[in-house]
């Protein structure tokens, strides 16, 4: 779904750290903006998340300067709060940044103008009946301050949940129930979760369909699996995934590629529709994700 944007004058800014081209960038589209009359801040997208969180209150929309990988960190941090963000590409592929660095203080002004509409997606929530504890990085240490996933709360994914195995490389066996009814158990390296913005990731590497991002739904794609009646499954968005982990070592779910949380064998994670829509600020067309698509992908 898409709608109008009115353009408001909270702005906030967010630059990638390692990053010296996006930092001055987003210095001077700060400065331009104030001198448009906006209330333009400069934040940094990946100072840890528990500071980052309490920056973001008053915001009307956000733009980010960064890959597909800080759009994502920006994206599920603001879509909560109904912010709608604006991606400008320093990354490789750029599937989530419309807008190229020469174009940014251009494509801002237009926004505060008025010029831009918001683009919903279906986002995913994943929470699990017990407490998840944060899986550590390979020097023991907790990738992004990650706090645990607790019993009964929600998770946000703007792209995938991934379940499976972890650092050590045996395949796991899933039970899958869809809506309460058992659907399948099956052997593999893991489970792929998409919302439709995230069929032209890890699903699609994993051999999942490419599901027009305007389209409510979520795609199943089974990662490496043993022989299975159904290679991937495209499911009505109102559906209730149930995914219980049987495996000797320990395995994970993963949220975006960014969140990791240990999996203990029995471990049951449900994955739904959030109730609230990732929300994309856009200047081109719907019909431009093809054409970018393509290009991308060629």
Known sequence: ???????????????????????????????????????????????????????????????????DGTMLRIVGLLAPMGIPVLGVNFGRLGFLTEIRPAEAL??????????????????????????????LD???????GTPPLLAG????????????????????????????RPLIRLTADGLVLASPTGSSAYSLSAGGPIVDPRMAAVVLTPVVPHPVPVRSLVLPAGAVVDVTVRSEEEAICSLDGQRHFR???????????????ARFLRLGEPADFYHTMVQRLG
């Open 1 to 67: 779904m898409t709608a109008p944007f009115s353009g408001r004058g909270n702005v906030g800014v967010f630059f990638h750290r390692r990053v010296e081209e996006s930092r001055n960038l987003g210095a001077a589209l700060v400065a331009a903006l104030g001198d448009q009359g906006a209330n333009a801040r400069l934040l940094d997208a990946w100072e840890p998340r528990e500071l980052l969180a309490g920056r973001l209150t008053g915001l009307d929309w956000a733009a980010v300067l960064g890959g």
């Open 153 to 180: 709360m929600g998770a946000v994914a703007v792209n995938d949940v991934f379940i499976g195995r972890g650092r050590v490389a045996h395949a796991v066996r899933l039970e899958l129930v869809v809506d309460g």
């Open 263 to 277: 999996l203990p064998d029995g471990a049951a994670i449900r994955v739904a529709a959030h109730a609230r829509p």
């Open 106 to 135: 251009d494509a801002c002004s237009r926004v505060l103008a008025g010029e831009g509409r918001v683009e919903d997606r279906l986002m995913l929530e994943a929470s699990a009946a017990m407490d998840l504890q944060p899986a």
């Open 138 to 144: 390979a020097s023991g240490a907790l990738r992004d």
